[in-house]
């Protein structure tokens, strides 16, 4: 009887060794992945983009067949990223210039992400007038006015 209750009681605790063995492999690689996604502190989190980029004002164009909506928006100098819904049916493409008297310069296009009808691009721009129009479709015409 002695002996059954040292056997009972050996083999409760290879199986608990084995238990804590088993929990501790599963556990680990979670951790591990946990603290590689986890920054460090808060202040990282928010500082890092900024010291990257800056700050970003963020404008929206909704393209359509009949034009562009909105018609005219107006931002700060600096970089600004300029997202677009394509409601048009496909387009290839919001084209931006900037506009200095009769003289247009490119600055960017604004395409489409792959299977999807939105789009996003990061400029920096200079104070001016900036006109953007649809690349397949040249009289679908928005303004973009940048003030110092």
């Known amino acids: 009887m002695f002996r059954n ?5 050996s083999a409760v605790i290879v199986l608990f060794l084995i238990t804590v063995v088993l929990v501790a492999r599963i556990l680990k690689p979670r951790a591990a992945k ?4 986890t920054p460090t502190s808060a202040r990282e989190t928010l500082a890092a983009p ?3 980029h800056g700050p970003v004002q963020v404008v929206r164009f909704t393209l359509y067949d009949a034009g562009i909506y909105p018609r005219q ?6 970089l600004v ?4 819904e394509d409601l048009s049916g496909g387009t290839s493409g919001l084209v931006v210039q900037r506009v200095n ?3 247009r310069q490119s600055i960017g296009t604004v395409s489409r992400i792959e299977k999807s009808s939105r789009g996003r691009e990061e400029i920096q721009l ?5 006109e953007l129009f649809m ?3 040249p009289n679908n015409k928005a303004q973009l006015i940048v003030e110092p």
């Open 73 to 78: 928006i107006r931002v700060q100098k600096g």
């Open 81 to 84: 990223a300029i997202t677009i």
């Open 34 to 37: 946990r603290k590689e996604a």
């Open 101 to 103: 008297g009769n003289n």
């Open 126 to 130: 200079e104070p001016g007038n900036y």
């Open 5 to 9: 209750k040292k056997t009972i009681l």
């Open 135 to 137: 690349a397949d479709r």
């Open 50 to 52: 900024a010291a990257k």
